[in-house]
Structure formats: structure tokens, C-alpha cells
């Protein structure tokens, strides 16, 4: 049996504490001295406190074993309690995620779901939760059989295709195999997009303000986020390190980074720029380096978004802004969606290190995508290139998981969870 607070820690009216396991039920009634009446709202006392109990059966839970759960008041010490009297009773304390993870070992979840659950906690907007409960609901799942089928089906007409002769083939056969092939790495690309937009709305596009100092980059910040978060100064440097937070733009979750003005000194100059300031005009070009997106303020960084802080002055190209009357404001937010979204259907987002099974599938896909893209030529290179790739994704619908595998993956949970 494992037990965990599932609710966040601190104050607050209700903290609810689940217990799954084999021996619950009875743990339950020996802790209450009420028998257990399965998806039946109960008033229990618990010694330490008075709590609402709710029990659910195995398999139909969300574990797929027995299951109770202890509404009690919040806060720290009385949660506390209570889980001290289930750990003496027999139970332990769970792992990160590990009620997830029984879920999933039960056949309760997919590991696409299971994921999806994670994804919906940590939305901080609303595209990034209607992409959960998009994976919570197995679309993902269902467009990769759907892919493994129609690659199957391609493949067995070629086999057929070479045990007869080409006189008994249709007379479009070839035209209708190209078709097909070009429409299932279409599918693929489809695929390939959703899983790369899925990160983005996961782990938030990196954003970075670059320009000299006092170009206006922190009161640019403030303007976006609507609130004064970095320090304003006429003094040149205020800036010495980068600030980040977090900022909601048309549901795209952004992470808006203020960075040290960028300014380099001549040899001889050198030792006018502190080494302070030396080491944030290092950070700041490591960001830019990992930006999703750079918006350069009056200069020029390659493939950044350009903007000019003085919108009452005459500029070229780029968008001109005003932080103080927020002047052309929405013109800029409106841009920064446009270029996140263009990259991520253009693939070209900066990848952080695949960390989940939706990233490394990303690879998957791109791996099937290239043995597609090689389908050419004779038939029999077309049927090697066809039952190549339907093998190897069908190798990751059916895949087992390791153990190591599986601990990565629930880690990333809250213990309740």
C-alpha cells in the first residue's frame, strides 16, 4: 500500500490523502472503525480529525486497485497527522508519480495518457491544457495506429505487387502507391508539429529581450508583463544578470527573459566594463544562443524580431514601440506568436535534451519519415522502404517499457500524483 498528500502542502480549507493498494479497505476500517463502502461519501473519524472518506473498488479506479481517500481539513500539521496514522497502519509513503505509474502498469492509462495528466497540472495556459487533454484523451495514440494501419495496408499491395506480374497490375497502381506515400508523411510532418508545439506549451518558448544598455529592454518587460518586475534606470548596466517570467500571449506560455546589455569595448577599452558586467554580457549571449525567439531592440542579431523602443521616431524596418504609452504593445505580441508558430511548423525551435517519450517519438517519426522519403524508385525498393518504416513504428505502438524507462517518465510527478 502507498499513501501520499494529494493535494498541495500549506494552508488551505481541504487536503485530500490517498491510499491505494492491496489491504486499503481494511486499513481503513482499522483506522475508523467504519466498514468501507465502495463510491459512497462517508463521515469518519480518524482520531486526529474528523474527514470525509471516498473509497473506490479495483479495477475501477484511477490506480486500478483499491483505493481510499481522506478528505480532511488543510493545512500543515493536520494532513500531517493523518498520514503518520497510515504509515503506522501499513502503508508507505509514495514515490514521485507512482500512483500514475500504477495506473499506467495496470492497463488504466497509456503512457501518451499518463503524460497528459502531467501536462494538464502544469498548464499555464489555455492552449497548453486543451494540448493535455488532447494526450489524456489518447489523440496522439490514435493517429499512430492510424499511420501503422494505412503503412500496413501499403505494404502488403507491394508484396502482392511482386508475386504477380505487372501486366495484372492496375494501370494507375504506381501513381495511387505515390499518392499514398506522400500523404502519409504529410501525416507524419502533421505529427512531428504537434509533438514539437507540445513541448513549447510544456516548457514555455524562450523569449529573450536583447540590445545595449538603456535601449529599453526592462521597460519593454514591464510594458508586456503589466507590471514593473525589472528595475528601471537611466544609469546604463542596471541590468547585470538576466530576469525571467512567465507571460501568457494568445495561450502560448512565454518565458520573457531581460538580459544584460550588450556592449563590447575596444582592446584598449577593455578595462572599463567591469567584471561583472563582462560576465552578464557573457549570460546574455548563451541566451540568445538558446532563444526560441530574440527580440532585438535598435540593433541587428541575426533572425531576431527587430523593434525600436521610440516609436515617435522615424524608423525602417521592424515594429515600433512604446513602453510608456504601450504604443504598438499589441503589434508586438501579435508578431511574437506569429514567429513561434511559424517556427514550430517549420520544426525549427530550439530542442532541450528528450526527456519524455512524446520527444524521443519525435525522432521516431523522423526515422520513418526518412525511410518513406527513400520509398522510390522500383517496386521492390518501395516495398523494402514501406515495410521498414510499418515495422518500425510498429515497434513503438506495441514497444515495452523499461524500468529505468518508466522512473524517468513518473518522476517528473508530484507525489500525490
Not at 508475386?163 to 508523411?185: N, Q, T, W
Not at 506549451?201 to 508586456?224: H, Q, T
Not at 522615424?314 to 504593445?329: C, R
Not at 516495398?383 to 515495452?400: P, V
Request: aromatic residues 4%; hydrophobic residues 40%.
Amino acid at each position: 500500500m502507498i499513501a501520499a498528500l494529494a493535494t498541495a502542502r500549506g494552508r488551505g480549507g481541504v487536503a485530500v490523502i490517498r491510499v491505494s493498494g492491496a489491504g486499503v479497505f481494511e486499513l481503513a476500517e482499522k483506522l475508523t472503525g467504519v466498514k468501507v463502502v465502495p463510491r459512497t461519501v462517508q463521515y469518519v473519524d480518524l482520531k486526529v480529525d474528523r474527514a470525509v472518506m471516498i473509497s473506490f473498488k479495483g479495477p475501477a479506479s484511477y490506480t486500478g486497485e483499491d483505493i481510499v481517500e481522506f478528505q480532511t481539513h488543510g493545512g500543515e500539521i493536520t494532513p500531517k497527522r493523518v498520514l503518520e496514522l497510515i504509515y503506522k497502519a501499513g502503508a508507505r509513503a509514495a514515490k514521485r508519480g507512482e500512483f500514475t505509474q500504477r495506473a499506467f502498469l495496470n492497463s488504466k492509462l497509456s503512457i501518451e495518457a499518463a503524460e497528459g495528466v502531467l501536462d494538464l497540472i502544469d498548464a499555464k495556459t489555455e492552449r497548453a491544457a486543451d494540448k493535455a487533454l488532447e494526450a489524456l484523451g489518447g489523440k496522439r495514440e490514435s493517429e499512430l495506429k492510424k499511420l501503422y494501419e494505412e503503412l500496413i495496408s501499403l505494404s502488403s499491395e507491394l508484396e502482392h505487387a511482386l508475386d504477380i506480374s505487372e501486366e495484372e497490375l492496375p494501370s494507375d497502381f504506381e501513381g495511387a502507391v505515390e499518392a499514398r506515400r506522400l500523404k502519409a508523411i504529410a501525416r507524419i510532418d502533421s505529427l512531428v508539429k504537434g509533438e514539437k508545439e507540445g513541448k513549447i506549451l510544456r516548457e514555455g518558448a524562450l523569449v529573450v529581450l536583447a540590445g545595449a544598455p538603456n535601449a529599453g529592454k526592462s521597460s519593454l518587460m514591464n510594458a508586456l508583463l503589466g507590471e514593473n518586475r525589472a528595475i528601471v534606470s537611466s544609469e546604463a548596466g542596471t541590468t547585470r544578470d538576466s530576469i525571467e517570467e512567465w507571460l501568457d500571449i494568445e495561450g502560448w506560455p512565454i518565458r520573457l527573459t531581460d538580459t544584460a546589455g550588450l556592449r563590447y569595448a575596444k582592446p584598449e577599452q577593455v578595462g572599463l566594463i567591469g567584471e561583472i558586467e563582462q560576465e552578464g554580457i557573457r549570460r546574455s549571449e548563451e541566451l540568445i544562443k538558446k532563444a526560441d525567439l530574440v527580440i532585438a531592440l535598435d540593433c541587428d542579431i541575426e533572425g531576431a524580431l527587430k523593434v525600436h523602443s521610440k516609436a515617435d521616431l522615424a524608423h525602417g524596418d521592424g515594429i515600433n514601440v512604446s513602453s510608456l504609452t504601450g504604443e504598438g504593445l499589441d503589434e508586438l505580441k501579435k508578431a511574437i506568436v506569429e514567429k513561434i508558430a511559424e517556427r514550430v511548423a517549420q520544426g525549427t525551435m530550439i530542442d532541450g535534451e528528450c526527456g519524455n517519450i512524446g520527444e524521443s517519438q519525435v525522432e521516431i517519426l523522423l526515422r520513418i519519415r526518412g525511410e518513406l522519403e527513400r520509398a522510390g524508385g522500383e517496386i521492390v525498393l518501395k516495398a523494402n522502404a514501406i515495410r521498414s518504416a510499418a515495422m518500425t513504428l510498429g515497434e513503438e505502438i506495441g514497444a515495452s517499457y523499461s524500468e529505468d524507462l518508466l522512473d524517468k517518465i513518473f518522476s517528473r510527478f508530484c507525489v500525490g500524483k
